[in-house]
Structures are given as C-alpha cells and as structure tokens.
C-alpha cells in the first residue's frame, strides 16, 4: 500500500522558536495532503488542506500565520509552527490523498506516523 | 457539517469477549465510512471501510455495516486478543470537495488476559 512518512517523530523545542515538520508520499505524488492535530485522549481535528502550488486552506479557528503550510511539490508538503508556544505541544499527523479514485469514486487517504511536538 | 459519534471509552474485555463499539454518522450526500486504529504511540492505520449502503467491512476479525437507515457503522469482534488493545476511531469521508475525514472522539480498548 501507499506509504506516508513525517520527519520528525519526536521534537522538542524551547518556546518562542519555529519547528518545521515534513512530510511526505514516498511511492506516489499527490497533490493534496492533510493536517491533523490530535490533543491528548481527544480525536484528530483538521487543520487545513494542503494543495500542492496553492495556498493552503485552512479550517475556521486555525491561525494560518502561526501554523504556515507548503506544499512545493507533489510528495512534499511541510507545516511550520511558527514562534511556538507550549500550548502547541500536541500530536500532529498528516495524510496524503490518493491521486486516483478508488471504484466508488472516493480518494483513499493514507497517514502519515504522526510527530510529537513538545515545547518547553 | 459532517460529524462523528462514537462511544467514548475506555472500554475494557477480557480476552476473547465479543466487541461492539458504536459509531453513529451525520452526514450530507454519500459518504464512505472507516475504522482506524491508533496503537500507543503510533500513527493511524485503516482498519476497514466500507464505500456504500449495506457494503460489509472486514479486516482482522474486526467487521462493520454501512447502515444509511440507521447512519451506523458499528465496529464487532467476536473474539478480541490483548493484541487489540488500541484506540479505535470511526470516521467518514464526504464526497464532495476534497473529500475531507471527519473523526469521531476515539474509543480506548483495553483487553486484559
């Protein structure tokens, strides 16, 4: 199956610095990808949609200039969490959209290990 | 918009006792409908789905029903393994636009031997 892969899968950093994670489709392109914040024993909340060329879109209450998003390719998409503070410590976990429909039409969606981010 | 309703746990069996974990769904259009399973630590992985009405999910042992009359997708197990102890996450997938996942809270299992 479609692999998706995010680097880093643990990062600490001191409060008020910038922290870029990646990630990326390894065994296919895709021009959309997705951002996921999951708290602590609370389910994955959207965060924006990736396209790759485009600004990305971001769900209502995201701060987009705090959580900046680039997708400059079609198997790399990066999201930098800007002047971090350690209300931002949380589990982030991305996903990349198939390129093709399935049968039904739908677009598959694989996700990426996930990287927590903890800041002091 | 969308949303997820699914038990909130923890839920907590002992080995090989049936499992029922209930989703319920909210959705405009024809949404396709998942299970993902999040093991300590780890990422998401896709459980099961299934695309349209009455369409039978299985995977592992684990099976769920698209049910539109009811908007269900319920997850069973008729026998679970301390191995499935996880957190199991309902989900849907719109059809329109980008085809957004919208989860549900999460319900922790634990299996105890």
């Known amino acids: 199956g479609a692999v998706v892969s995010q680097h880093p899968s643990r990062v600490i950093c001191k409060s008020g610095t910038s922290v870029k994670i990646e990630c990326r489709s390894l065994?296919?392109?895709?021009?959309?990808m997705f951002w996921y914040r999951q708290f602590p024993k609370q389910s994955l909340m959207l965060m924006a949609t990736?396209?790759?060329?485009?600004?990305?879109?971001?769900e209502q209450g995201v701060e987009k200039d705090k959580f900046l998003i680039n997708h400059a390719s079609l198997t790399l998409s990066t999201l930098t969490v800007t002047s971090a503070h350690p209300e931002d410590s949380s589990f982030y976990i991305c996903?990349?959209?198939?390129?093709?429909?399935?049968?039904?039409?739908?677009?598959?969606?694989?996700f990426g290990p996930g990287t927590r981010l903890t800041v002091t | 918009g969308d949303s997820v309703t699914q038990m909130e746990g923890p839920v907590t069996l002992s080995e090989e006792a049936f499992l029922t974990i209930n989703c319920t769904y909210t959705?405009?259009?024809?949404?396709?409908l998942f299970w993902y399973v999040q093991y300590p630590g780890e990422g998401l992985q896709l459980l099961l789905k299934?695309?349209?009405?009455?369409d039978k999910g299985s995977n592992k042992g684990f099976e769920a029903t698209y049910r539109k009359e009811t908007t269900s997708f319920h997850l069973e197990k008729g026998s679970v393994q301390v191995s499935d102890s996880a957190v199991y996450f309902c989900?849907?997938?719109?059809?329109?636009?980008?085809?957004?996942?919208?989860f549900g809270i999460g319900t922790k299992l634990q299996v105890i031997p």
């Open positions: 959705a405009t259009g024809y949404p396709s």
């Open positions: 065994d296919f392109q895709a021009t959309t």
């Open positions: 996903s990349a959209r198939d390129p093709s429909p399935s049968g039904s039409g739908s677009y598959e969606q694989y």
């Open positions: 990736s396209n790759e060329g485009s600004k990305a879109t971001y």
């Open positions: 299934a695309t349209k009405a009455d």
């Open positions: 989900a849907l997938q719109n059809s329109g636009g980008y085809q957004k996942v919208t």
